[in-house]
């Protein structure tokens, strides 16, 4: 073998080794999120994790989304009875639109005690 074939061969040992490295990571399917225990995930920066206040859950509007709407859109953020919560938001219609935070919603839930992650998740799926 002449010494300039030697570079063309590591060169084409290198890019076969690259696609063979990208090929096998491609067909090992790892799950973003992965449940160790009861109520124990781990999930990669970013994902959402069931429960979780910041899921990707499209927002619906507070004051026009039917009751319907809303208590979807609370089961798909994880909140605890999203039918009697979206009656609850319902319930204490108009929302100002100036206020994102629904500062006059979490007052009225606040009424019935719920645990604060309850409200920021009810909250989180929300808009005026």
């Known amino acids: 073998m002449h010494g300039s074939q030697k570079p063309v061969f590591a060169a084409i040992g290198a890019a076969v080794l690259g696609v063979s490295l990208a090929a096998g990571a491609a067909a090992i399917h790892i799950p973003a999120q992965v449940r160790l225990a009861a109520g124990v995930y781990v999930a990669a920066p970013g994902d959402p994790v069931p429960g979780d206040p910041d899921t990707n859950v499209p927002k619906v509007s507070a004051n026009t989304a039917s009751q319907d709407v809303i208590a979807s859109a609370l089961k798909a953020a994880g909140v605890s009875s999203p039918n009697r919560w979206a009656a609850e938001v319902v319930e204490y219609r108009p929302y100002a639109i100036n206020d994102p935070g629904l500062a006059k919603l979490r007052e009225n839930l606040a009424k019935y005690n719920p645990a604060q992650q309850t409200v ?8 005026p």
């Open 120 to 127: 920021d998740q009810i909250v989180s799926v929300l808009q």
